[in-house]
């Protein structure tokens, strides 16, 4: 079972466990998804990028506020986490996002923006096309508010 393995996980060495979180990917239940959010907080960096990809496949809206922190850290698992956060699975997570951008860390804050934006581009909130001017500073408002309410092009008039 799982529950076991999760127990014995933290006894096992490094490449092991990144081999275990990397197969807890295909199995979406709570117990992996603690496993691999406790994972992240390894010394080896090689268990936290398991983790991390793990989590950018079978995490919830638990696994947002970890993810958004760790892509903030300028570390070697920084980019993963950035990414895992891109792919976090429901609308829950959209929801954390927006939520969370006014009781984060400015750094943290930029992060949950980015991943607003890049799940806002993924899942095609807006029905028309987007806006030419991609390089325009409010860009990145319009992906945050895209996500709270459609964008100006969709709502009703």
């Known amino acids: ?7 014995i996980l933290p006894k096992l060495a490094p490449p092991n466990q990144a081999q275990i979180l990397t197969s807890f990917a295909e199995r979406p239940d709570a117990e992996a998804r603690q496993a ?16 991390v990809q793990t989590l950018g496949k079978i995490g919830d809206e638990n696994a947002v506020l970890p993810l958004a922190k760790i892509a903030a850290m ?3 698992d920084a980019a993963a986490a950035r990414k895992s956060l891109y792919r976090l699975p429901g609308t829950a997570c959209n929801e954390t996002i927006v939520k969370n951008f006014d009781a984060t860390a400015p750094e943290v804050k930029i992060e949950l923006i980015l991943a607003a934006n890049q799940r806002w581009r993924v899942s095609k909130i807006c029905r028309r096309k987007r806006p030419r001017r991609r390089s325009h500073p409010s860009c990145m408002f319009w992906a ?4 709270r309410r459609r964008c100006r092009f969709c709502s009703p008039r």
């Open 1 to 7: 079972s799982v529950a076991g393995i999760v127990g």
């Open 36 to 51: 691999a959010l406790a994972a992240t907080q390894s010394p080896h960096v090689e268990v936290r990028l398991a983790a």
């Open 74 to 76: 300028k570390g070697e």
């Open 144 to 147: 945050a508010s895209a996500i």
